[in-house]
């Protein structure tokens, strides 16, 4: 059983650029969730992918979206990048039935983000 | 709205000391909560979960009992060791949208 995985592992990125994160889910997991996590702080939720559609959405402006593929991947877009979404960006896989994902989740090891 | 309040670090044990990180909680409804641990340079790994009130989730020599009376859900262990050194996170699920709530981590140092 493979887990979670995420790519690339770091990245720099300057301020206006387009920035796009992929994950690939556990074996088996339908469900992909995206955190942001800024130095010293805990893990904030961005948005939640259920079988493709976009199933919850945290406080984070239009300029972060998302995909997910049939396989379940997922990819996370961050256009006009600003100094403040440098961070370690973190997908987590969780297996949902009958619309309900489960709540557990678990993590990869995380994208690095630089801003400069 | 909901949210999780986790002691403050960073925390500096000696080896074999007994240790405790306070976790309590704001939430409508009834949660199911949660500890990860990160260690240096690394993502989140699932520690232990509690699901309903009076659960006690256990992993490792970690324990946390999942107290609705006092909305807390303090995290213990009777002896650590130095590889316990990491950042530890207290969280709550939120079915709403299927989101994790995290407090802001405590750093746990242990000493040889």
């Known amino acids: 059983e493979t887990g979670v995985t995420q790519s690339p592992t770091h990245l720099i990125k300057t301020r206006g650029q387009q920035v796009t994160l992929r994950c690939s889910s556990q074996s088996g997991h339908n469900t992909v969730s995206w955190y942001q996590q800024a130095l010293g702080q805990g893990p904030q939720f961005i948005f939640q992918y259920y079988r493709e559609e976009e199933n919850g959405r945290g406080n984070f402006p239009p300029r972060f979206s998302g995909l997910q593929f049939p396989n379940y991947s997922s990819e996370l877009n961050v256009n006009a990048l600003e100094l403040d979404d440098s961070a370690l960006y973190l997908c987590?896989?969780?297996?949902?039935?009958?619309?309900?994902?489960?709540?557990?989740?678990?993590f990869g090891p995380g994208t690095r983000l630089l801003v400069l | 709205g909901d949210s999780v309040t986790q002691m403050e670090g960073p925390v500096t044990l000696s080896e074999e000391a007994f240790l405790t990180i306070n976790c309590t909680y704001t939430a409508t409804g009834y949660p199911s909560l949660f500890w990860y641990v990160q260690y240096p340079g690394e993502g989140l790994q699932l520690l232990l979960k509690a699901t309903k009130a009076d659960d006690k989730g256990s992993n490792k020599g970690f324990e946390a009992t999942y107290r609705k009376e006092t909305t807390s859900f303090h995290l213990e262990k009777g002896s650590v060791q130095v590889s316990d050194s990491a950042v530890y996170f207290c969280a709550l699920h939120y079915n709403q949208g299927g989101k994790l709530i995290f407090g802001q981590g405590t750093e746990l140092s242990v000493k040889p």
């Open positions: 987590a896989s969780s297996l949902g039935s009958g619309g309900v994902p489960q709540e557990t989740q678990y």
